[in-house]
Structure formats: C-alpha cells, structure tokens
C-alpha cells in the first residue's frame, strides 16, 4: 500500500531563507510523486512532479524537489522565501500503474517570517 | 488551461437537508474526484469516477453518492446533510491514466451544515 508522510504539520523560515518541505513515501511499485500549493481559500495547484527521468525537478515559482530513492523521499526547497510562498503544502504519491488514485499526505503549512 | 469549476465557494445548509455539489471540468477528461479536506487530515477520498455513468467509492463514501450523466460534469450529493459533514470539498479531473497524469482542482465548496 501507498502512503505519504509529510514532517512538520507547520513549518515557520524568515523572508530570504532557505525552505525546506519534508516529504517520504512508501509505496509497492516505482511511483510518480507530486507536490501541490494551496493558497487561502483556494484549490491545490500543481508545483512540481517527478515521473521518471532526472531526479532533480523543477517547478514553478522557483521551487525544486529532488526523488530519492534510497531513501524513499522527495523533499520540497526553495532557496529564498518570500511572503507569496505562505500556504499549504500536500506531497502527494501515485503507483505506477492504471489506478488513479493519487494519496495525498496531510500537508504543511507554511509561514514566512518578516 | 485546464479548468475546473465548482458551483458555490460556499454553502450553508441545513441537517436533514439534500445538498447537491456540482463539478464541471472543460479539458474532456475522463477521471473526476470529490475529496473533502478538513484541518490535519488533508485530503480524503470520497468517490471518483473513470467514465460517465461509472462511480466507485473512495475511502469514506459513507452518506454520500454521486452521479456522472455527462463526461463533464461529476456531483456529489448529500442525502441527508449533517453536522459531521461540515467541511472543504474539493473536485479534480485528470486525462487518461498513463504516465504520472496529474489532477486538477477547482477552487473548493465550503460547506456548513447548521
């Protein structure tokens, strides 16, 4: 069985710093692994994905994560927060196969600090 | 782009009321998804949906149903709303399974069941 566990329910980094979002899957079969933001009063929107290919992905507003599997992980980073960058994050993990269903971890809310 | 609506941001209904929750998603995809979200328990699956006229159930189906009569469209229903159910409820839709397809969200219904 799938599963997503996310360290840190809230995660606080002052403006300028370095995020770093915690992410670690179990999963039976190669997975494809997402990463989705949630604004206030929003639905998810998608950051980034790895599927296959280069480990080391990049997504829009200048967040990356980086699948390894030795250590089943697909931490979330951004070299420099800014106050946009508050909301919540979901890691999220598919198998690799017909089933649609994606498993989503609990998420993280992230605050940026003035 | 693709694009998911939802028919309210909010709602305020009534126990013992039906509620209907309408979806509708614009990029001719055949996979839809009602989840709710609540505080620290992320996203849960509620039904989802690989065609029209076909529903399976998610991980908490329970006092809900749902209905796909057109490929576009996809609506959960509350047969008898209660308290309990006062929540996020967020629709996705993504293209055929294949490699890592992502999901697409709509901006969520809140939904308060008094």
């Known amino acids: 069985a799938q599963s997503v566990t996310q360290l840190g329910s809230h995660v606080s980094v002052s403006e300028g710093a370095l995020v770093l979002l915690r992410c670690n899957y179990s999963?039976?079969?190669?997975?494809?692994l997402f990463w989705y933001v949630q604004y206030p009063n929003q639905g998810l929107q998608l950051l980034l994905k790895y599927t296959t290919g280069a480990t080391l992905v990049k997504g829009i507003n200048g967040f990356e994560a980086e699948f390894k599997k030795s250590e089943t992980s697909f931490h979330l980073t951004k070299p420099s927060a800014h106050m946009s960058d508050a909301a919540e994050y979901f890691c999220?993990?598919?198998?690799?196969?017909?089933?649609?269903?994606?498993?989503f971890g609990k998420g993280t809310r992230l605050h940026i600090l003035p | 782009d693709v694009k998911v609506t939802q028919s309210s941001r909010y709602l305020v209904k009534r126990t013992g009321e039906k509620v209907f929750l309408e979806c509708v998603q614009d990029m001719d995809h055949e996979n839809m998804f009602w989840y709710r979200q609540d505080p620290g328990l992320g996203l849960r699956l509620i039904y989802f949906s690989y065609d029209v006229k076909m529903k399976e159930k998610g991980d908490i189906p329970e006092g809900y149903s749902v209905s796909r009569e057109k490929k576009e469209r996809f609506s959960l229903i509350l047969e008898s709303a209660s308290t309990n159910q006062t929540s996020m409820y967020l629709c996705?839709?993504?293209?055929?399974?294949?490699?890592?397809?992502?999901?697409?969200f709509g901006p969520g219904t809140r939904l308060t069941v008094l």
């Open positions: 999220a993990v598919k198998p690799m196969n017909r089933d649609d269903k994606i498993i």
């Open positions: 999963s039976s079969v190669p997975p494809y």
């Open positions: 996705a839709s993504s293209g055929l399974a294949g490699v890592g397809d992502t999901q697409y």
